[in-house]
């Protein structure tokens, strides 16, 4: 079993639309959880980070579930913009630190006009 | 202020033959990162440093060396290219390794071994 699973998708949605995604992890000690987004071809960079009480930043909404193990990004009212690669990664301590971060393999989100 | 460069952005190799892929930040970042992202998988370590001269194993080194002489640079070594190195190659750096200190990507290298 991969330490963090996600969904590859794609997800095909409508502008407008509200889309989520759920990431499950393995290591019941994990501490630290982000999510990064990457568009086509491009670089990884941070969405959010994930607090234990949920947290949201305008359109995006993210949640922990430390009982079931996996955390969820939802998006509301999607944009063409929001197309690109979401990356779930799950951190093995209170450490941002890179070597401490293990990544998901990513769900493709395609937005329609 | 560029962030973090990579260079070259494409490279192709013949089987056996090395190369070296450079990765530079000027953000002053102690950390730094070299990971390889292959599909349908997640982006994996393949080297870091916490600090200028030191550097640590991360989850699959095989194959490849790095060298952190100066804390802008961190260098990537391909000693004798395999086709299963064939991947896209991303440098990263973070000031610290607080949740406050998240990693800045470098825009990748994408290399194929033939």
């Known amino acids: 079993r991969k330490e963090v699973e996600q969904d590859p998708g794609p997800f095909n949605v409508p502008e407008g639309a509200t889309v989520a995604f759920n990431c499950t992890y393995s290591n019941s000690a994990s501490q630290s959880f982000f999510w990064y987004r990457q568009d086509c071809r491009k670089e990884p960079k941070l969405l959010m980070s994930v607090y234990s009480s949920g947290n949201e930043d305008g359109r995006f909404t993210a949640q922990l579930n430390r009982a079931s193990q996996y955390i969820s990004l939802l998006i509301r009212d999607s944009k063409l913009s929001d197309s690109a690669t979401y990356l779930c990664?799950?951190?093995?301590?209170?450490?941002?630190?890179?070597?401490?971060?293990?990544f998901g393999g990513g769900t493709r989100l395609m937005v329609k006009p | 202020n560029a962030g973090v460069t990579q260079t070259p952005k494409f490279q192709v190799l013949k089987t056996g033959q090395s190369m070296t892929l450079q990765c530079a930040q000027d953000?002053?970042?102690?950390?730094m990162y070299w990971y390889r992202q292959d599909p349908g998988m997640g982006l994996r370590l393949i080297y870091y440093s916490a600090s200028e001269g030191t550097t640590d194993k991360g989850e699959v080194p095989d194959g490849y060396n790095v060298s952190r002489l100066k804390k802008q640079n961190f260098l990537l070594g391909l000693e004798s290219a395999a086709p299963s190195q064939t991947s896209v190659y991303f440098c990263?750096?973070?000031?610290?390794?607080?949740?406050?200190?998240?990693?800045?990507f470098g825009n990748g290298t994408r290399l194929t071994v033939t």
């Open positions: 990664v799950v951190g093995r301590g209170w450490s941002n630190a890179g070597n401490m971060l293990t």
């Open positions: 990263a750096s973070s000031y610290g390794t607080g949740v406050r200190s998240p990693l800045h």
């Open positions: 953000m002053n970042h102690n950390s």
